[in-house]
């Protein structure tokens, strides 16, 4: 009897279909962005098996070559096939755009919590955080690289440290209003410890808009890599990345345009996914957000 009964709750086919049928009439936006943003993961895993070579080989008698059959997004100065080097460039852009979302999400979630629980540690964090954001995002980053050597890795440490105030400042205005709350006093009145009530009663409603931050902050990252990388301020020279081919590509722009048009487009494909997956996590999390609008 009980596993007829399991059976009977399991969706079927049909109900899976009129699932999907259903998120994507609700929220259409949101699964093209999805299908988009999955369709560059997955350039950017399967990089070596899309038809690519070395995206550093070098090859002067092939320079500044048109896009062609051959050579489909062309070649750049320095006979480098400019489709292999944004193919491959999609791995740097992803890899800082997760990498800095996951990490100041979590950082600021804890600066957060903290702040928004305990008045002294709100007095003393809160103010390293209001000056941080004084400084511009990009210029921080620009100051903080400046102070180390360029990689990857550093790159996405500037660009944490830059992001990690507003997700702080975002989960503090959460967790004061949520402290206030009756089941917040109640835990408090029956002797509930403080991690507790951080655990159980407050980060749980921080989710949400917590993840939609979070997909901001991916597309705000890869756009300040793209920056940094063109000033010369972010990956190294030699690591492809869509930042250091535009910023290659800049002095021969009017005859060689390509070599900054298909990186570009590539980047702003990218940037478009991320903020329609944040823009359909908000409606679907805030369906009161959503009618009002």
């Known amino acids: 009897m009980a596993t007829a009964a399991s059976d009977t709750l399991k969706p079927t086919g049909a109900a899976w279909r009129d699932m999907i049928a259903g998120a994507l009439r609700r929220h259409p936006t949101m699964i093209a962005g999805f299908v988009i943003l999955g369709a560059m993961i997955a350039i950017a895993i399967l990089a070596p098996y899309l038809w690519t070579i070395d995206p550093q080989a ?13 050579y489909w997004f062309g070649t750049d100065m ?24 996951l990490f100041s999400t979590l950082v600021g979630l ?15 964090i809160m103010r390293v955080m209001d000056g941080l954001m004084s400084i511009p995002p990009i210029l921080l980053a620009i100051a903080l690289m400046a102070l180390t050597k360029a990689s990857v890795e550093n790159v996405i440490v500037a660009i944490t440290i830059a992001e990690v105030p507003r997700v702080t400042r975002l989960i503090r205005s959460v967790v004061l209003s949520l402290r206030e709350q009756p089941f917040v006093e109640a835990a408090i009145a029956s002797g509930t410890g403080f991690v507790r009530i951080l655990a159980r009663h407050i980060l749980p409603n921080t989710v949400a808009p917590l993840l939609v931050q979070g997909t901001y902050i991916c597309a705000s990252a890869m756009i300040t890599e793209a920056i940094l990388s063109f000033i010369g301020a972010g990956t190294p020279p030699n690591i492809p990345s869509w930042g250091n081919i535009m910023a290659e590509g800049r002095s021969l722009f009017q005859i060689a345009f390509y070599i900054i048009l298909f990186p570009g487009i590539f980047l702003s494909l990218t940037v478009l996914a991320v903020n329609l997956v944040g823009d359909g996590m908000r409606d679907a999390l805030d369906p009161r957000l959503a009618r009002r609008m």
């Open 58 to 70: 070098v090859s002067p008698i092939r320079r500044l070559r048109q896009p062609s059959e051959l």
């Open 78 to 101: 320095l006979g480098r096939d400019i489709y292999s080097r944004t193919i491959y460039g999609a791995r740097i852009s992803l890899a800082v755009g997760l990498s800095v979302a």
């Open 110 to 124: 804890v600066f957060g919590l903290v702040t928004g629980y305990v008045r002294l540690a709100d007095t003393i």
